[in-house]
Nanobody, 125 residues
Framework: QVQLVESGGGLVQAGGSLRVSCAAS????????MGWFRQAPGKEREFVSA???????RYADSVKGRFTISRDNAKNTISLQMNSLRAEDTAIYYC???????????????????WGQGTQVTVSS
């Protein structure tokens, strides 16, 4: 079992930056792909970014060039640096773990085995 706990959410003005992190416990995530998803009110959960166990990254078109995903295997954490935030980035952000050691970071929710409880990010316009 892997427990994932997100942190770092909050309220920020449009154009600002925020960094959300995800701490894992129970097992090392060094060999897991890790992803970030988000869910806005009234909308389905959507893919934001992912990083493979080998460090390959992937981004949704809507965040490409603004968000950066990273991992720190020594600390068993991943982070998402979010710059140039927009009102439409407002959502609950979830981290997730893919235990299948895929070579390409998956974007589908069903590919992820463990999920955190989420952290709220609110961008005021």
């Amino acid at each position: 079992q892997v427990q994932l706990v997100e942190s770092g959410g909050g309220l920020v003005q449009a154009g600002g930056s925020l960094r959300v992190s995800c701490a894992a416990s129970g097992r090392t995530i060094s060999y897991y792909g890790m992803g970030w998803f988000r869910q806005a009110p009234g909308k389905e959960r959507e893919f934001v970014s992912a990083i493979t166990w080998g460090g390959g990254t992937r981004y949704a078109d809507s965040v490409k060039g603004r968000f950066t995903i990273s991992r720190d295997n020594a600390k068993n954490t991943i982070s998402l640096q979010m710059n140039s935030l927009r009102a439409e980035d407002t959502a609950i952000y979830y981290c997730a773990a893919d235990t299948h050691r895929t070579l390409i970071a998956p974007v589908a929710i069903r590919e992820y085995d463990y999920w955190g409880q989420g952290t709220q990010v609110t961008v005021s316009s």
